[in-house]
């Protein structure tokens, strides 16, 4: 391969990476992807969205069967086979990355594993990434473009190591029991995810949150109802925390804090689980070797991902600016594809990024919250449907929490939307293409939705803003 030259040259097998790679690849380009495990999928398949969400699917069937009865099924005395839990999220994962190593041979990738470094600009029109295989040995890789697509890591509290007491989302993913016992630092996505898994298969967990509202990202009255649901749950959570400090003992660890009143509080624990953000992986790649200057380690970018280095483009997690999703960044990757192609491509908007928290109950937003939206100067109408005047959600025991709709006043236009609730990770594509497709309310409001769907709440949402839902 010394003397090939890549069209393009992509660096990390993650959703951002391998979606790339796929997408140039059916534009004609000829295309390599390096990656530095020993399987593709990168953080998202191999450690997190995927077998987070393979667990917490298995939690949602576990609450079920704890209540059979109630669903007319007698006779259910479920029993926690915490090995068969790894056991089947092993094996989705599995599945996928044979999915992926089909993907590649299927678009004609060539696929490198070992770990790539960009070593300088461009010369005579070709970047060189120096390869380092898994046996030691070094090769060059070289292409007309690169595509920085490195991921992230967990950060954890300055002063400790994860290891098998204090975890990320990582090492959690591997414990030989489910613990009894759990404090959650942080209560981003990752926190309160393994919050709800663990409180659903017994543990007595605590979280911990340094701001002074849960799930900080969504809207306040998302955030209020989430609190009032995991309190309902029974898991405890302290708000606009100080001085964390943990320390290990035989038991597991003593977590410390101070409160919101300003009084020492502390926990003991089997397991800490750090959810403190995720740091990006840009140290040892060849940055240095180049014009791109990384701000905290971010790597920044224009409009179409392009990188202060000519010729080379950076998209997923390491990029500043843009939120670290697999869906960011994968669509990222396929605007680079397109752009290096020549094809129609239109940058990746923030304002029209869905995010999602599979917890139960699950939270799924896009657009402006209404703190947002007002901020701006938009003059807002908001609109408010619960999930209990919906029918499906009862069908499915599932009718607490509501949808939210943000409106501009003036032209109706849909400016955000916020959901917490039954299948909200799902029916939040509606909300996304309708911002998208810059819907009115009063479009939505006619827009027919199945019955009986879960997905009915959002005409009712719709409606709501004009003060005329119908189911409540």
Known sequence: MADTIFDVVVIGGGPAGYTCAIRASQYGLKTALIDANERLGGTCLLWGCIPTKAMLFTAELWDHL????????????????????????????????????????KNKITTFKGFGKVAGGEKDGVLTVDLKLFDGKHTAVKGKKIVLATGSEARVLPGYKPDDTILTNYEILKIAEAPKSLVVIGSGAVGVEFASIFKSFGADVTVLEVLPRVVPVEDEEISKELLRQYKKRGIDVFLSIQDTKIEKNKDGALVTWIDSNGNKQSKQAEKVLMAVGRAPRTEGIGLETTKIKPDRGFVMTNEWMETAE???????????????????????????????????AKPVNRARIPGCTYTD?????????????????????????????????????????????????????????????????????????AIELEATVEEMMFTIHAHPTVAEALLDGFSSVEGMPINV
Request: hydrophobic share 45%.
């Open 66 to 105: 704890k209540h059979a009865e109630r669903y007319g099924i007698d006779g259910v005395t479920p029993k926690l086979n915490w090995k068969g839990v790894l056991a089947r999220k092993d094996d989705v994962i599995t599945r996928h990355t044979k999915g992926l190593d089909f993907l590649m041979k």
């Open 310 to 344: 000519p010729g080379i483009y950076a998209i997923g997690d390491i990029v500043g600016g843009l939120p670290q999703l697999a869906h960011v960044g994968a669509m990222a990757g396929l605007v680079v594809a397109a752009k290096l192609a020549g094809k129609y």
């Open 361 to 433: 109950p699950q939270i799924a937003s896009v657009g402006l919250t209404e703190a947002q939206a007002k901020e701006k100067g938009y003059n807002v109408k908001v609109g408010k449907f619960p999930f209990v005047g919906n029918s499906k959600a009862t069908i499915v025991d599932a009718h607490d929490g509501f949808v939210k709709v943000v409106a501009d006043a003036k032209y109706g236009e849909i400016l955000g939307v916020h959901i917490i609730g039954p299948y909200a990770t799902e029916i939040i594509a509606e909300a996304v293409t």
